[in-house]
Each structure stands twice: as C-alpha cells, then as structure tokens.
T-cell receptor, first 113, second 112 residues
Framework: EDQVTQSPEALRLQEGESSSLNCSYT??????LFWYRQDPGKGPEFLFT???AGEEKEKERLKATLTKKESFLHITAPKPEDSATYLC??????????????FGKGTHLIIQP | DGGITQSPKYLFRKEGQNVTLSCEQN?????MYWYRQDPGQGLRLIYY???????QKGDIAEGYSVSREKKESFPLTVTSAQKNPTAFYLC???????????FGPGTRLLVL
C-alpha cells in the first residue's frame, strides 16, 4: 500500500535553531513530491514541488531535498512566524496520468522566541 | 485577485440532512479536487474532476456527491449517508491533472 510518513509529529525549536523535517514514502511510480505549509484553521499553502532524486529547492529559510525514498525540509535560523504544520504529499502516475495527492499527517512546528 | 473561494466558512448539519459546500476558482484551472481533513490524519481525497461534466471518485467517496457543470465551480454535497461528516473540507485546483494543486481556505462542517 502506498504510504507517506512524516517525522517528527511535533517539533519545538528556539528561534535561530536550525533543524530538518522528514517525509518518507513508499509508492510506486512517483510523479512528484509536494511540501505545503498550513496555519491553524486555514487551507494549505504551496511551498515546493520536487520531481527527481537529487533535486533541491529553496525559499527564504526553507530548503527541500529529495532522494529515492525520502524528502527533507530544512529550516535554517527559523523565526516565530515559521510556526505552522508542514505537510508532505506525493502524486503517483496511474493509467492516463497523475491523480490526487496522498498526504502525510504533517509535522507541527513551533518556534519559540 | 485570482484564487479559490470556499463557502461557507462554517456549516452546521442536522441529522438526516444533505448539505452542499461551495468551491469557486477564477484561475482558469481545468482540474479541481475535494479533500477531507480530520485531526491527526492526513488529507484524504474525496472526488476530483479533470474537465467539465466529468469527475472520478477518490479514496473516500462514499456518502458524498459532486457536480462539475462549469469550469470554475465544483460543489460538494455531503449526504445523509455520510455517518461521520464532521471535518474540515478543502477544495483545490490545478492547471491540469499533473500540475501543482492550490488550496482554498476550507469549510468546517459540524453536526448538530
């Protein structure tokens, strides 16, 4: 069964303390891996799409990387406004094209001032 | 401003009642999706549509119905057959089936 697992479930950091979030996946025919940020009571906000192993993308304090079995979201010198739940999702190929996303349960990140 | 709108923000359902959640986009996207989010679980796909007048079931379609009569609209009906409807419902759209999905602000459905 296709599966997406995110770790840790929750992470509390001090402002400026860098760390990484993990997303491991067991899917066949990966088309793309997506990272979203979700604030409480709001819809997910798109961050990155990664398509192939070795690919990296950056945006401000965030950097996403992809291997054949997992993706990391690195957060460098985080600020309190980076506090949110970070969601990882994968999209697989199926007959005739790609389908909806399969999501992990998310990592709840808290950055303390 | 281009984007995805969902209404209402909060919706209350009485037992045995059907309710409809609205999703509208002005991004000129072909594909639209409905997901359900429950505490401690990942988002789960309910239905998706690649083009007007066509839609497919996702992983948890039982108790739900959709229509796609216009490109910009993809309403979701939660029927009385859905026994556990309390959740946060998210609509998304993408330029095409294979492209990045962008989400609306969500509708929280509560049962009275």
């Amino acid at each position: 069964e296709d599966q997406v697992t995110q770790s840790p479930e929750a992470l509390r950091l001090q402002e400026g303390e860098s760390s990484s979030l993990n997303c491991s996946y067991t899917v066949s025919g990966l088309r793309g891996l997506f990272w979203y940020r979700q604030d409480p009571g709001k819809g997910p906000e798109f961050l990155f799409t990664l398509y192939s192993a070795g690919e990296e993308k950056e945006k401000e304090r965030l950097k996403a990387t992809l291997t054949k079995k997992e993706s990391f979201l690195h957060i460098t010198a985080p600020k309190p406004e980076d506090s949110a739940t970070y969601l990882c999702a994968v999209q697989m190929y199926s007959g005739g094209g790609a389908d909806g996303l399969t999501f992990g349960k998310g990592t709840h990140l808290i950055i303390q001032p | 401003d281009g984007g995805i709108t969902q209404s209402p923000k909060y919706l209350f359902r009485k037992e045995g009642q059907n309710v409809t959640l609205s999703c509208e986009q002005n991004l000129n996207h072909d594909a639209m999706y409905w997901y359900r989010q429950d505490p401690g679980q990942g988002l789960r796909l309910i239905y998706y549509s690649q083009i007007v007048n066509d839609f497919q079931k996702g992983d948890i379609a039982e108790g739900y119905s959709v229509s796609r009569e216009k490109k910009e609209s993809f309403p979701l009906t939660v029927t009385s057959a859905q026994k556990n409807p309390t959740a946060f419902y998210l609509c998304a759209s993408s330029i095409a089936r294979e492209e990045t999905q962008y989400f609306g602000p969500g509708t929280r459905l509560l049962v009275l």
